[in-house]
Each structure stands twice: as C-alpha cells, then as structure tokens.
C-alpha cells in the first residue's frame, strides 16, 4: 500500500506473554509462546504500566530475559503489555516461498553456500548422453552449458559392454549393444584359456536377440604362423563351411596348461545392414604345442538378415576370458 510520508521500518516485532505482578516484586522475565526471549536494548522495548508508557533506561531497565521496574510494584498494578521491537533493520525469518529472484543479490549465493550433495543428489542419467543434453562447463571461470556433442570423442572406440568368463559354456552381447548406431563394432578379447587342450573358440550371430544363432555357412581364409625352438612356419586354410568365427585356437588349438593363452581383436562389419556379413580376426597365441602363434582370419557370411547378438563359445568345455564390445564411431 502507498504511504504519506517515510515508510514504516519493518521489524521483528513481538509481544510478550502477560505478566502477573507480584507485590513488592520489581523484576519480571519476559516470554513469547512460554520461550524466554532477550530484546536488544531496553531502547527497543514498548512497555505499558497501569496505561502509561515507561521511560527505557529510568522507569525500567533490562537484563537478558529479566526487566526491573525502577520500583517495586504493589497489588493492583498492572502491567498493560510489552512488545519487543528486535532490530528494526531486521525482518527476521521470511515466510515460505516469499523470497523471489529479484530479491537476491547479484552474486550473493557463493560456493561456500551451496550444499555439498548438489551433484550426488541428483537423478542419475547411467546412460551414455544424447547429443543434446546439455553439461555445465568453466570457460575461463564463467559457467556455461555446453551440448554433449562438442565434447564426445568422435572418431573412436566407444566401450559398450565389458564380460568375464570363468569356466563359462558361453558368453553373450544382446542387441542393447549391437544396434544400428554404429556400423562397425570390435570385440577385444584378452586372456582367453580352454578348458581342453587342443580346443578353439569361436563366435556365432543371431538374427533374432539369441534365441537361434548361426551355427554354420561362416566362409573363412586362415593366416598362421608358428615358432618353436627356432624352427618357424607359415601356414594358410580356407573353410566354405566353418562352424562360427574362430577367435582362439584356429588351425592349431589352445592349450589348457601353463602359459598356453590367446588374445585377439576381432572386428564385425555392418551385422545389420543388408548385405553379407564380415569378420576380421588378429590375434596372438601360444597353442597346446608350446608354439606362439599369430593369427590372422577373415570370414564372411552370406547372408542379408540383419544381426543383433553375438554368442562367444568353445568347440567343447569351457573357456575364461575378459571380453570388451566397443562401438567404432565414425
């Protein structure tokens, strides 16, 4: 509302409870709610006695909670009301949702104010961004948001899945992974060891998330050389007929003692697009003779369907390994 003159000062205004007088009794404490409070000065107190108001600092003086009448009242004095003007430059608490935007300060609301659980507290995205999700960034000490895009690594390798084998019959990485964005995707496989010697590893494709898989027709070309007590040898096969794509073990077998161990990199081309799918593996080994290989395969498969789970198995037993699916991002 529009005021004649000065606007009133707000304050922290508040009235006592009431207080019987006692005779003969010159000091009373003051409370608000049955809560004991303290005013500023006695400059900030009204107090009425018997209708009249008193004097700070003369008729009445205050001490803490305690106010002391100049002198002792009697029976029948009454003590008409106290109102406690706290600071007058003070508001005091703001009620709920009182406080608006433009009531806040430039560059009031610091660091040191804001809680530590800003971020954990938050809802966790646990996804890879989208290219317009928006991130706050310090652009030489201003704050701005940035889209995801600007920061991706593109070209790349994109770390979709990592697996663990142990002892495993077999392995699999569904179509949450293979899907259409990316158009090349590489399997790394590291560690690999065969329950039984002389076995090999393969992968066979799904048209349908795993519930069959290809199980033969993979067309192969094998690359192979071998070294052992200083006797070398290179060697080549091809297969119209493979029963999955070889990652360990193809032409000469895995051992299942020692140091006899495979890694290999195996890359997949379009599994869905449209045309025969295809297969390139290179790899390293020591194979159940003792003998470091190196091994490089390529493989296709004649088939338009589109593919979207891969199945890692053995010939027979069982394998371990760590295998890790990446997105080539191009």
């Known amino acids: ?25 010159a000091a009373y404490t003051m409370q608000v709610n049955s809560t004991n409070v303290e005013p500023e000065t006695a400059n900030h107190m009204l107090v009425s006695l018997n209708g009249v108001l ?24 009454v003590i008409d009301f106290i109102i406690l003007l706290g600071d ?19 560059n009031a609301v610091t660091g040191a104010k804001l809680n530590t659980d800003i971020i954990s507290a938050q809802t ?38 990592s697996q663990t084998a142990s002892g495993a019959s077999s392995i699999s990485f569904t179509s949450t992974y293979i899907t259409s964005t990316y158009k090349i995707y590489q399997l790394h496989c590291i560690d690999i060891v065969h329950s039984s010697d002389g076995g090999n590893i393969g992968i066979e494709i ?15 070309i094998r690359f192979f050389s071998n070294t052992a007590n200083g006797t070398n040898s290179i060697n080549s096969s091809h297969s119209t007929g493979d029963s ?26 379009s599994p869905l697009g449209s045309r025969a799918k295809l297969f390139k593996c290179d790899g390293v080994q020591i194979n159940n003779s003792g003998q470091l290989s190196m091994q490089r395969h390529v493989y296709s498969l004649d088939q338009s369907a589109s ?10 037993g069982t394998f371990s390994g760590t295998f890790i699916l990446y997105g080539v991002a191009t």
Do not use: H, W
């Not at 193809?250 to 890694?263: F, I, Q, T």
């Open 206 to 220: 799904s048209t349908d998330n795993g519930s069959s898989y290809v199980q033969s027709d993979y067309r192969n």
């Open 88 to 106: 007058v430059l003070n508001i005091g608490a703001p009620s709920d949702d009182a406080v608006a935007t433009a009531s806040i300060q430039a």
């Open 307 to 316: 593919y979207n789970n891969i199945k890692i198995v053995p010939n027979t």
């Open 54 to 77: 008193q004097k700070p600092g003369s008729s009445f003086t205050i001490s803490g909670s305690t106010i002391t009448f100049a002198s002792n009242l009697a029976t029948g004095d």
């Open 124 to 161: 966790e995205l646990a996804a890879t961004p989208a290219d317009t999700d928006e991130l706050l960034i310090s652009d030489a000490g201003t704050i701005k948001r940035i889209d995801y895009s600007y920061l991706k690594t593109t070209p790349g390798l994109v770390k979709l899945q």
């Open 244 to 269: 999955s794509v070889k990652i360990a073990g193809a032409g000469d077998g895995l051992g299942n003692s020692g140091n006899e161990v495979a890694s290999s990199v195996i890359s997949l081309f």
């Open 1 to 25: 509302m529009a005021y004649i003159g000065k606007q009133p000062t707000v304050g922290n205004f508040q009235v006592c409870d009431a207080i019987s007088v006692v005779n003969g009794q």
